[in-house]
T-cell receptor, first 111, second 113 residues
Framework: QKEVEQDPGPLSVPEGAIVSLNCTYS??????FMWYRQYSRKGPELLMY????GNKEDGRFTAQVDKSSKYISLFIRDSQPSDSATYLC???????????FGAGTRLAVHP | EADIYQTPRYLVIGTGKKITLECSQT?????MYWYQQDPGMELHLIHY???????EKGDLSSESTVSRIRTEHFPLTLESARPSHTSQYLC????????????FGSGTQLSVL
């Protein structure tokens, strides 16, 4: 079983929709949770970073971490065509432990 | 914006050739990483370095080698390319204060014929 499972998608939504992207994990030692956005033919870029449980909001993006359920989510409000990309969740136990990535969810927002 | 550069962006090469993928960063980060990414698959760590003269193999077995002679430079070398090496290679770096926050280059798409 993979340490991190991510809904593969792809997702296709109309402009303005609320998008929910999710990952589950099995390692209870994970404390750092991230979402990376990757445009086609580009490297991933850090979008959201959360330590431990709770919510974090940045503009149209909200990251949620539920450690009791081992479940993290990224919500995108008022989605735009420029949000079309692959979204990768990543997590780590910190220290010298490595980042573990999900396989990514491809999102397409059409006008 | 992160300053981490990879060259070449695309490389098509024949089997048996020696190749070096270049990665440089201007942020003074001690930690650098090489990941391999295939379509629809997770990023897999193949090499990492915590500083000059420090290199380690990652979780995914790889026939490539790396070197870290200067802080800003972390090249990856394949002595004899094979079709199984066809993949996207991503270089990344992070600072000691935020080692979970990776800055990625744009990647090198390698195709071995």
């Amino acid at each position: 079983q993979k340490e991190v499972e991510q809904d593969p998608g792809p997702l296709s939504v109309p402009e303005g929709a609320i998008v929910s992207l999710n990952c589950t994990y099995s390692n209870s030692a994970f404390q750092y949770f991230m979402w990376y956005r990757q445009y086609s033919r580009k490297g991933p870029e850090l979008l959201m970073y959360t330590y431990s449980s709770g919510n974090k909001e940045d503009g149209r993006f909200t990251a949620q971490v539920d450690k009791s359920s081992k479940y993290i989510s990224l919500f995108i409000r008022d989605s735009q065509p420029s949000d079309s990309a692959t979204y990768l969740c990543a997590m780590s136990a910190g220290g010298y432990n490595k980042l573990i990535f999900g396989a990514g969810t491809r999102l397409a927002v059409h006008p | 914006e992160a300053d981490i550069y990879q060259t070449p962006r695309y490389l098509v090469i024949g089997t048996g050739k020696k190749i070096t993928l270049e990665c440089s960063q201007t942020m003074g980060h001690d930690k650098m990483y090489w990941y391999q990414q295939d379509p629809g698959m997770e990023l897999h760590l193949i090499h990492y370095s915590y500083g000059v003269n420090s290199t380690e193999k990652g979780d995914l077995s790889s026939e490539s080698t790396v070197s870290r002679i200067r802080t800003e430079h972390f090249p990856l070398t394949l002595e004899s390319a094979r079709p199984s090496h066809t993949s996207q290679y991503l270089c990344a770096s992070s600072s000691p204060q935020g080692s979970e926050k990776l800055f990625f280059g744009s990647g090198t798409q390698l195709s071995v014929l």
